[in-house]
């Protein structure tokens, strides 16, 4: 006959029980703040692809009842998008959102025009997605914050008036700027 003998846990087996329970619980939350950043992302660039896209696509004249003239000798339209917001808010993907709220910087190819000197529209606006899309550009002038308030919910004011936050996408509009004018 074999007789186990059971030893109570020390404390230091217990602290390291704790220890790597505690490890575990944080690389587990840690893995799933890493995924939602990577899916929240993955919406933003889906979103800005599609919203840049429907933008450029958009005539001179279009432009020009959102607000925007170009002129006479507008070429083509290229755009840098900054999605600071969607509705709903917690979609996780581009076919859950029914609005995007976005910075937006628009320039005209035309008849020497170069980057630095192009004609160019830019702000906040709100574009819904559907069948068809549809942008909403707040008109300039006297009174144009609260046309921005109008058009773009009260929880992303802040970020409607802030700044374009994303340098890269200008930068890559300029590129395909460079590259149109060619």
């Known amino acids: 006959m074999v007789t186990e003998v059971h030893r109570p846990a020390t404390r230091r087996t217990r602290t390291v029980v704790v220890t790597a329970v505690a490890l575990a619980v944080l690389a587990g939350a840690a893995l799933a703040v890493q995924l939602n950043l990577a899916g929240r992302q993955e919406l933003r660039a889906g979103l800005t692809?599609?919203?840049?896209?429907?933008?450029?696509?958009?005539?001179?004249?279009?432009?020009?009842e959102h607000g925007h003239e170009f002129g006479p000798d507008a070429g083509r339209v290229v755009c840098a998008v900054d999605v600071f917001g969607t509705d709903p808010a917690d979609a996780g993907t581009v076919a859950e959102v029914t609005w995007v709220y976005a910075?937006?910087?628009?320039?005209?190819?035309?008849?020497?025009?170069?980057?630095?000197?192009?004609?160019?529209?830019?702000?906040?606006i709100a574009v819904r997605l559907g069948t068809p899309d549809r942008v909403r550009v707040p008109q300039s002038g006297a009174g144009y914050p609260e046309r921005v308030r109008e058009i773009i919910p009260e929880r992303y004011h802040d970020e409607a008036f802030g700044e374009f936050g994303d340098e890269e996408a200008i930068e890559v509009a300029r590129e395909r700027f460079v590259q149109a004018t060619r």
């Not at 692809?49 to 020009?64: F, G, I, N, W, Y």
């Not at 910075?103 to 906040?124: D, E, L, Q």
Request: hydrophobic share 40%.
């Open 103 to 124: 910075h937006h910087m628009c320039a005209i190819t035309g008849p020497g025009a170069g980057w630095s000197v192009s004609v160019r529209a830019s702000g906040p």
């Open 49 to 64: 692809a599609r919203v840049t896209a429907l933008l450029e696509r958009a005539s001179p004249a279009e432009h020009h």
